[in-house]
């Protein structure tokens, strides 16, 4: 039974609001040149792929539902309370694969000594095996690393038949598309000779391949990247936390652009007193600083739902509101800069003469906003949304750290980097927690960060890093 | 100047009402006095009479905007508005929710915040700059491609990173100095080194681009041109002219901030343990303190609101062209 939270719906209505400004900017000049332009750099070409996995992970953890309950009776289906995604399901082996605690990367015994009981009835203090770690190896401490790496030279191979045949499909489709022969196609993109970098898309198709082939490889036995306190694989949280970040990234913006658009443009068009009241409003959110503002205001959600905890069906709802209003007060604080380069470009295209023209036509002003001012912004608006993503993912980290972020049940880097701080005094250290999370936040926002700027070069000469 | 500096006070006042009404209508109206009591004192099983002592105690028992059983001025006064948000224009900060005096503690605070802020600011200044500026000398070279390329790569770590790796290299493994903690007098040194030095780090990456990014510009001006023209070294150049005209933007951008210096930086103040304000508001968070969380939502404010003033004034002097008006 489908469950919908309201991140998921608002994660479908930006998807399908890609899509048909894909459709619009499509038919617009100068929104498609631009792109025509992103597209031909190499560095944004391997990001935009990156992006896509992440997407693509976070778009299945969106699909959440109740699973069926396993039942002797054939006539009705009982569901369970439980809310899981799709991404739960193929991550099953992960999900469900717990220790008892800590465990290190890819080990077969546990991080801390136990007092096991021999089969003798003697007790002794011990490294006790893990339960799912190194499972099929019946020596571990001399096979272990034998298995490791024939794990690992399997993946490879198997990332790369895979690549081999997704780059194929690719290179077929476009063949076809453009009526050329396979061969041509082939020696045009490996010559860099198409207008698309398809030569560095294919090279990260095939790393990142690679390294999915490799990991899944090794977690058929291992926790890769070891498991926390209560024995969960650090993998999973990892891989879970990727939706939070795309939502915090992405969502903020489109909770806010509304309001950024419609104040800036009417700030602009109107001047006066309109112009005052919402100028005078972005001064005053200005002022107060961001990070005391969501304390304050997280806080409050806080009091609020202790207060009204009986709202709330369940825990994971619970969380699910507490990100969508951290979005919110996110959104809140960050609107203003958007909201002021609008206005002023607001002021200036009132003044160009085809909106002259249309006012002394007596077209309406809503609608001259809409028609004249809206798509000679648009550029504006869209660099501001890519610029603005890697930002919001690193401030949801730290956030998480103050205890003001997602809430504590929600999987998040922020999260994972919180409670494995507790450990850092420990000896040896538990690294692993931290290492996943700096792993996979720095390849998210590192993309991110480098298919901005090409964005932003595309679309903003003036701004261009010289 | 005078007549400058008050007429833009003036504008600012409307801005801290505005602040004001916003904090009071989210700590008093959103959520009522009665929802905070319940949430301090635990939630289920609370007595009406516990709650009503604990608002007696914080002076939160008296209405929200007009009183009507007071007399004369004091149907206004006698109000939670009055004493809790009014009060704080004259900076009466009044009593925290576990009855210490805020304004003492902010006074006493805000000193290891300043230990810590300042030469971050001053160190981070001197050395971004001086980067921004090797950059831009090299600018199309190798050095300049790999500067780049390295900005980037570190502007995509988080902070935290930066002050965990910090903490654990320099502080546990090569046990230069102490990982937290925090001392009087001179003795603040050693604790002030590690998180001045994370800070720095932390920065290198966005603000080295953006400063170098400020030179090139300048270095694409005629009077750049005009300069190599009349035949000075590109050195000279780089020093005379584009460093003190690349300034002007850059030292703007530094004045907004200095007022706030005062509050200190949340996360390093924690993750360091520096008694500053920033963590006697992170402190106040976790302890659901609301009086010193509103009080510090306003005071951030203020200072913002004076660096903003501030940076119209240091227009003036840096630029000559900028006439007040």
Redesign the interface.
């Known amino acids: 039974m489908p469950v919908i939270f309201v991140t998921d719906s608002l994660i479908f209505l930006l998807l399908f609001g890609l899509v048909a400004f894909f459709f619009y900017a499509r038919k617009q000049e100068h929104l498609s040149a631009p792109w025509r332009d992103v597209k031909k750099r190499s560095l944004a070409m391997s990001s935009a792929v990156v992006l896509f996995f992440f997407v693509f992970l976070g778009v299945l953890d969106s699909l959440h539902f109740h699973p069926k309950v396993e039942t002797d009776k054939k006539s009705e289906t009982i569901y369970s309370n439980e809310i899981l995604s799709v991404l739960d399901i193929l991550l099953n082996d992960l999900r469900l694969k717990n220790e008892k605690t800590y465990s290190a990367p890819l080990a077969s015994y546990s991080f801390s000594k136990e007092l096991i009981e021999l089969e003798s009835g003697k007790k002794i203090r011990d490294y006790p095996r893990l339960v799912y770690g190194g499972a099929t190896l019946s020596n571990p401490e001399n096979e272990s690393r034998a298995d490791i790496i024939k794990r690992i030279s399997f993946g490879l191979l198997y990332g790369l038949l895979i690549s081999f045949i997704v780059i194929n499909l690719i290179i077929i489709i476009l063949s076809r598309s453009r009526n050329e022969t396979y061969t041509t196609t082939l020696h045009n993109c490996l010559n860099k000779k198409t207008n698309t970098h398809w030569f560095s898309i294919f090279l990260t198709i095939s790393v990142v391949l690679i390294a999915i082939a490799i990991l899944y490889n090794l977690s058929k036995n291992y926790h890769v990247f070891g498991t926390d306190k209560v024995g969960q694989d650090v993998l999973y949280q990892a891989l879970k936390s990727i939706r939070t970040g795309l939502v915090i990234g992405t969502l903020t913006t489109l909770v806010m652009l509304p309001f950024a658009i419609a104040m800036g443009l009417m700030a602009g068009y109107f001047r006066g007193w309109v112009d005052d009241v919402i100028q005078?409003l972005y001064?005053?959110?200005?002022?107060?600083?961001g990070?005391?503002?969501i304390?304050?205001?997280i806080?409050?959600l806080?009091?609020?739902i202790?207060?009204h905890a009986d709202d709330f069906n369940s825990i994971e709802q619970r969380a699910d509101l507490r990100l969508l209003f951290l979005c919110i007060i996110l959104g809140i604080t960050s609107w203003t800069g958007l909201c002021r380069l609008l206005r002023a470009e607001a002021l200036k295209l009132r003044e160009i003469d085809y909106v002259q023209a249309a006012k002394a036509f007596g077209v309406r002003d809503y609608k001259v906003m809409f028609r004249h001012l809206l798509p000679n912004v648009m550029h504006i608006v869209m660099i501001s949304i890519v610029l603005d993503f890697?930002g919001l993912v690193?401030a949801e980290?730290?956030l998480s750290?103050?205890?003001?972020g997602v809430d504590p049940s929600t999987y998040s880097?922020g999260n994972m980097?919180n409670s494995a701080?507790l450990e850092?005094a420990r000896e040896p250290?538990v690294w692993w927690s931290?290492s996943a999370a700096?792993i996979f936040?720095?390849i998210l926002?590192?993309a991110a960060?480098?298919f901005s700027?090409a964005v932003r070069d595309a679309f903003d000469p003036r701004l261009r890093?010289? | 100047m005078i007549n400058y500096i008050l007429r833009r006070a003036a504008y600012a006042l409307p801005i801290l009402i505005g602040v004001n009404v916003i904090t009071f209508v989210l700590f008093f109206v959103v959520n009522t006095p009665d929802d905070m009591a319940r949430m301090n004192l635990g939630m289920k099983s609370v007595s009406e009479a516990a709650i009503v002592k604990w608002k007696d105690e914080r002076g939160y028992n008296k209405p929200i905007l007009f009183n009507q059983s007071a007399s004369g001025t004091k149907k206004l006064t006698e109000t939670i508005f009055f004493q809790n948000s009014v009060k704080l224009f004259v900076f009466d900060f009044g009593r925290s929710d576990s009855g210490r005096d805020i304004g003492y503690d902010i006074s006493q605070r805000m000193w290891p915040s300043l230990a810590i802020t300042v030469p971050s600011l001053i160190v981070g200044l001197l050395s971004y700059i001086s980067f921004g500026l090797i950059l831009a000398f090299f600018r199309g070279s190798y050095v300049d491609v790999s500067g780049v390329i390295l900005c980037v790569i570190m502007m995509s770590v988080s902070g935290l990173f930066y002050i965990i790796g910090g903490q654990y290299l320099i502080g546990k493994f090569l046990h230069l100095v102490p990982i937290s903690g925090y001392d009087t007098g001179f003795n603040a040194i050693k604790f002030v080194i590690l998180p001045v030095l994370v800070g720095l780090v932390g920065g290198i990456g966005a603000s080295t681009r953006w400063y170098r990014t400020i030179f090139l510009e300048e270095m694409n001006k005629d009077y750049v041109r005009t300069a190599r023209a009349k035949g000075l070294s590109e050195l000279r150049i780089l020093y005379r002219h584009v460093l003190s005209n690349g300034l002007i933007p850059i030292l703007t951008g530094v004045v907004v901030i200095l007022p706030s210096l005062f509050i200190g930086s949340l996360i390093v103040e924690s993750f360091f343990a520096i008694p500053g304000l920033g963590s006697y508001t992170i402190d106040a968070i976790n302890r659901q303190d609301f009086a010193i969380v509103r009080s510090m939502v306003f005071l951030g404010s203020v200072l913002y609101i004076i660096g903003l003033i501030l940076t119209d004034i240091s227009y003036t002097f840096v630029d000559p062209r900028v006439r007040l008006n």
Do not use: G, H, K
Request: charged share 5%; glycine share 0%; hydrophobic share 60%.
């Open positions: 005078y001064t005053t959110l200005n002022s107060i600083p990070v005391l503002l304390a304050a205001s806080l409050l806080q009091v609020y202790s207060n890697s690193l980290a730290v750290y103050i205890n003001i880097w980097i701080r850092m250290i931290l700096f936040m720095f926002v590192l960060n480098l700027d890093e010289l």
